[in-house]
């Protein structure tokens, strides 16, 4: 056995010790899936201090880059259209409707009037997107982003919100699965994006790596959609199900690029979602306002907000928050937002976008 190994044995042997050091979450303001959630969270944290000490700055990057994975660095371009047609405005909500009845519940929060409000919305979205420029996407390009966002940092057992930072991130449309996934830069700093953590083999299209080849493949019927999702989306203990497709779906439609047809079908899944609601005051980590499509998840007490730029109904950005007094932040603290400036297909990684 050579001295790397009994290095990674050592390694191993260190984290599943303070994991199991590590006592249960107390308290009962998030269901148990979510406390696992940010238990796990920690042991990432821990696992990044160890890469420093180490001096594996590309395992630092890759974790830098999934904590803003989804929001902040992920955005899509979409051209401005004209709003739906009334008429199928009200087929959608009615169908929407159907749905939501036989699945125990609506979509909105308040009654039959929300729901038809926020389907309707949902629809000129759909509809706004649909119209969208197909871009063409080659395997040996890649997607690029530049954001701006804040995260929040729990380890503390409080909520503490990190300063609005700048980020641009590079991600490769390489099939198949891949040790390299791109670059980040954040401040100045420009390094690789690993795979995603357990990924020995690299990883793979999918949610968690959607690139454009794979999003086109995904079913543009909106009940398919979202039971595809619901498949394929990581399950928690005690987590509500609803919420977790919402994030899932949210990560899709702040990615750099998408197939038109995928887009307007995210959106009409999303009206499928019980608990989705218009939220009228909803603005992205740059103080944007626009239209906001929200959902609450009651157990936890967080609610996320999409915005959407008020023309051309183009993704803008998300905000997360607390919508009451929890152990960890009081009711409106911020959990985390985001923005997005600007987005491209460019044919190398480090490479920005020709103005």
């Not at 929040?152 to 991130?169: I, N, R």
């Amino acid at each position: 056995m050579t001295g790397t190994d009994n290095g990674r044995e050592a390694y191993a042997a260190e984290r599943a010790e303070l994991a199991r050091l590590l006592p249960p979450a107390p308290g009962t303001d998030l269901p148990p899936g979510r406390h696992e959630h940010h238990r796990e969270r920690l042991m990432n944290l821990i696992d990044d201090d160890t890469a420093r000490a180490r001096g594996r700055t590309g395992a630092d990057a890759q974790d830098r880059a999934r904590e803003r994975a989804g929001r902040p660095d992920r955005s899509r371009l979409l051209r401005p259209s004209f709003l739906a047609p009334a008429t199928a405005l009200a087929v959608a909500g009615a169908l929407v409707l159907g749905y939501s009845a036989q699945n125990g519940g609506p979509a909105g929060t308040s009654g039959t009037g929300e729901t038809r409000s926020v389907s309707q919305v949902l629809l000129r979205i759909s509809d706004a997107a649909g119209k969208g420029e197909a871009l063409p996407v080659r395997d040996d390009q890649f997607l690029y982003t530049r954001g701006t966002g804040r995260e929040v940092d729990l380890t503390s057992g409080k909520a503490v919100v990190g300063p609005l930072e700048e980020s641009e991130s590079w991600y490769s449309q390489k099939p198949g699965p891949q040790k390299k996934l791109g670059l980040s830069r954040v401040n100045g700093e420009t390094l690789p994006i690993n795979a995603e953590l357990g990924d020995s083999e690299g990883t793979r299209p999918g949610l968690f790596r959607p690139t454009y080849r794979w999003l086109s493949t995904l079913p543009t019927d909106p009940q398919e959609l979202l039971d595809y999702l619901s498949e394929i989306t990581p399950k928690f203990e005690g987590e509500d199900r609803d919420q977790a497709l919402f994030e899932a779906i949210g990560g899709l439609i702040g990615g750099p690029v998408l197939p038109p047809g995928t887009a307007a079908a995210l959106y009409k899944a999303a009206a499928l979602i019980p608990g989705v609601t218009e939220a009228p005051d909803a603005v992205d980590a740059l103080g944007r306002e626009g239209v906001g499509i929200a959902r609450e998840d009651a157990r936890s007490s967080e609610r996320t907000e999409w915005v959407f730029d008020p023309d051309g109904l183009s993704f803008l950005g998300w905000r997360s928050y607390l919508t009451k007094d929890t152990e960890y932040g009081k009711k409106g603290d911020l959990l985390g937002d985001g923005a997005v400036i600007e987005t491209a297909v460019v044919d190398k990684a480090g490479a920005r976008p020709r103005s």
